[in-house]
């Protein structure tokens, strides 16, 4: 199960692309309300998580991922229910993706060390021991970033790629005619 966790101030775009192209290429994600099931985007638009955080089966969870915005990125740091998931992730070696400012998370947690990685310009953290690109979208290990809204797709394709196969993600690319 791939589950991606929504605080109040999530960035819409990055949130609910990366779902829709993930679903299309017939992956199982639920987006999880951090604080309730009822979240609010940082453009205002609210949506109603699939589950709430007290619902997420750790034993199931194949990838977690961290769509940015503000304040929706210190919203999810700040979260010791996302810093338990992340932990879990990390000791069971399971996909963690992060874009645009949720990158940063990631990173103050030491993840990226000794990585390449991408997020949007100036919320790189630790920049002597991370290797920012600057590219739309980077995997390194079991860890993708992307580095803002307008690279949502390329990010969820990535994610698509390493968790169900290129074949597939290509497929979702030429469906939504994506270059």
């Known amino acids: 199960m791939i589950y991606i966790m ?17 679903r299309r290429a017939k992956l199982d994600i639920l987006t999880v309300g951090v604080y309730a099931k009822s979240v609010t985007a940082s453009c205002g638009i609210t949506v109603e998580a699939d589950i709430t955080a007290d619902e997420v089966e750790l034993d199931r969870l194949d990838a977690v991922i961290l769509p940015g915005g503000i304040p929706g990125t ?43 990685a991408t997020c949007y310009p100036g919320c790189e953290v630790n920049t002597d021991k991370v290797n920012y690109t600057g590219e739309p979208a980077v995997s390194c290990g079991n860890i993708i970033t992307g580095k803002g809204a307008g690279c949502t797709i390329q990010f969820a ?14 497929h979702v690319r030429e469906s939504m005619q994506c270059p």
């Open 6 to 22: 929504l605080a109040d101030g999530f960035e819409v775009t990055e949130a609910l692309t990366t779902v829709d192209v993930l």
């Open 74 to 116: 210190p919203n999810l740091e700040k979260s010791d229910f996302v810093q338990s998931v992340l932990d879990y992730a990390v000791e069971n070696d399971k996909q963690i993706c992060a874009i645009c400012a949720a990158p940063s998370i990631l990173g103050h947690k030491g993840l990226l060390d000794g990585k390449s």
């Open 157 to 170: 394709l990535m994610i698509a790629a390493k968790m169900a196969s290129e074949g597939v993600a290509n």
